[in-house]
């Protein structure tokens, strides 16, 4: 396994990957990375999550110990994801409290375009959601989370990844979903991003966001990440930390 180049950093934040690397996550970023896992690679990507949000009705804090993505690759640009975390939702107005296991989803990433010598990688990404959530945290019914995710490889040192994207959730219209992240590499294993993303809720109303975030690979399967976030235009901040892990299919001879 040749070592990772400095450019590693910055390709992970922002989905585009070199083909030496062996790790590229789709956190601590909103944006879905536009890479798969190798075929019969496992990926484990765990983090913690503390938020609060506000609006005229409700102001929640949200902890989410842990939340955590299994991403399998079934065969080259196919892989199979499982999203499973543990939530706790606090009223800041009652201090009612409710814990539990969240909806789980389901879904594939499907990568379309890849190709060496070109600076840009394509991929789609669905998620299904079961409504096996605890109660007080589950949606009741099935939905559905959709992106298209592109990147491209800027300079040596930059590059940038955007998703758009659909998400129902069993009741409205859905809300339409964009990204941005710009990666910069500091060193060869330290690198930042910054993010503006938001969501255009039941087509309706606009909920604009912005977070920020550095990464740091330990080893060239290990990453580590910290995050924070808040709203542009509504009220909602986060803190996150996160470790993830590429445990490789083992070669044989």
């Known amino acids: ?12 934040l922002t989905g585009y990957s070199v083909f030496s690397q062996t790790i590229v996550t789709d956190r601590p970023d909103q944006t879905e990375s536009s890479s798969t896992v190798n075929k019969g690679s496992l990926q ?7 938020g609060f949000s506000e609006d005229d009705f409700n102001s929640e804090r ?5 939340t955590t993505l299994f991403r399998y690759g079934i065969v080259e640009g196919l892989e199979l994801r499982v999203l499973s975390q543990f939530e706790s939702l606090k009223d ?7 814990s539990g296991i969240s909806d789980l989803e389901i879904g594939t990433k499907i990568q379309f375009l ?12 669905s998620h299904l959601i079961l409504p096996t959530g605890s109660k007080g945290l589950t949606n009741d019914s099935f939905g559905t989370i959709n992106k298209l995710s592109i990147s491209h490889v800027l300079s ?9 994207g659909y998400d129902y959730f069993g009741t409205g219209k859905g809300n339409l979903t964009y990204s941005v992240a710009l990666g910069v590499s500091i060193t060869d294993r330290f690198g930042l991003y910054i993010e503006p993303y938001g969501n255009l809720v039941e087509f309706d109303t606009h909920e604009a ?36 892990i590429n445990i490789a299919k083992a070669k044989t001879n």
């Open 1 to 12: 396994m040749k070592k990772v180049n400095y450019l590693a950093l910055v390709l992970c």
């Open 44 to 50: 484990i990507e765990t983090g913690i999550l503390l």
């Open 62 to 66: 949200q902890l989410l110990a842990p």
């Open 92 to 98: 800041q107005n009652t201090s009612q409290k409710v």
């Open 114 to 125: 890849k190709k060496e010598g070109i600076n840009t990688e394509i991929a789609f990404l």
């Open 156 to 164: 040596d040192a930059m590059s940038i990844g955007y998703n758009v």
């Open 209 to 244: 966001s912005f977070d920020a975030g550095i990464v740091y690979l330990v080893k060239d399967n290990v990453q580590l990440d910290f995050s924070f976030g808040t709203g542009i235009n509504h009220t909602m901040n986060y803190l996150s930390v996160g470790c993830s």
